[in-house]
């Protein structure tokens, strides 16, 4: 659109000499919704475009478009951990302990007498601690102890438990709606780090 950040509709224009270069396949990084506080990389909803970089309609017109040039579509999954801004994780922040909601994220109780010091001494990628605290509601009165979830990136970025069957699921559906849409194949971001021990 000219405003200076790229979108699909740029990437579109660009397709054709792409594929007179010989190129054969083009990847994405992450465009889905998202509050932008790691480019994208901090996902809020995996089955939508970030309204920055245009629609799903935009999305659809560039696929068709590169399968025509004989590109194939590549996209960037971010499966380890989603944006706080997910539903999920609002979700998880107004459950309780032991909740479902919670337990599809890292949530632990922390150390020491009232579980002010975080769960191990696991350090962010970004820098700083990987756990941050979050505070009991008060007008609970649960008298427990505050959990702390875990983020190996930012702390906007909490990371998802790839042992509650739920998240494969969750997974398996996203795959699926960009597959259907045409997408040929997907570069995992941080698949080393989904089973933390």
Known sequence: SGDGMGDLAGIMKRLPSLAALGVDAVWLSPFYTSPQNDAGYDVADYCDVDPRFGTLADFDALEKEAHQLGLRLIVDLVPN???????????????????????????????????EVPPNNWQSV?????????????????????????????????????RNPEVPAEFEDVLRFWLDRGVDGFRVDVAHGLIKV
Do not use: C, I, M
């Open 81 to 115: 951990h989603s944006s706080d801004q997910h539903v999920w994780f609002q979700e998880a922040l107004a459950a309780p302990e032991g909740s479902p909601e919670r337990a599809r994220y890292l949530f632990r109780d922390g150390k020491g007498r009232n579980g």
């Open 126 to 162: 970004f820098g700083g601690p990987a756990w941050t605290r979050v505070e009991d509601d008060p007008t609970t009165g649960s008298g427990r102890r505050a959990e702390w979830y875990l983020h190996l990136f930012d702390p906007s970025q909490p990371d998802l438990d790839w």
